[in-house]
């Protein structure tokens, strides 16, 4: 089993910065994928920003330039940092794993999600 937590979220002005930070454990070195989203009211859920274990990072359109993901396997972290934020960026911010459970089965998991607020 591998178990995430989030942390890092908070309150901050426009055009401030955050690192928001995804620890593993358990399992942690049958993770393969790691992945943030954030889900704003009434919206859907958006993917963000990918890593995989081999450290090649992949983003949305939506925050390419902006945002930069990274991976501290000394650390089994993950973290998503965050740019010149604007209001439009107000979201719980969760992270989510792929992992293998054996050598037949793949199987996920989520963190349990940070809040960002971000105020004009």
């Known amino acids: 089993q591998v178990q995430l937590v989030e942390s890092g979220g908070g309150l901050v002005q426009a055009g401030e910065s955050l690192r928001l930070s995804c620890a593993a454990s358990?399992?942690?070195?049958?993770?393969?994928?790691t992945d943030w989203y954030r889900q704003a009211p009434g919206k859907e859920r958006e993917l963000l920003a990918a890593?995989?274990?081999?450290?090649?990072?992949s983003y949305a359109d939506s925050v390419k330039g902006r945002f930069a993901i990274s991976r501290d396997s000394a650390k089994s972290t993950v973290y998503l940092f965050m740019n010149n934020l604007t209001p439009e960026d107000k979201a719980v911010y969760s992270c989510h794993a792929d992992y293998s459970h054996s050598n037949t089965e793949i199987r996920n998991c989520w963190g349990q999600g940070t809040q960002v607020t971000v105020t004009v």
């Open positions: 890593i995989t274990s081999g450290v090649t990072a």
């Open positions: 358990g399992n942690v070195v049958n993770i393969y994928n």
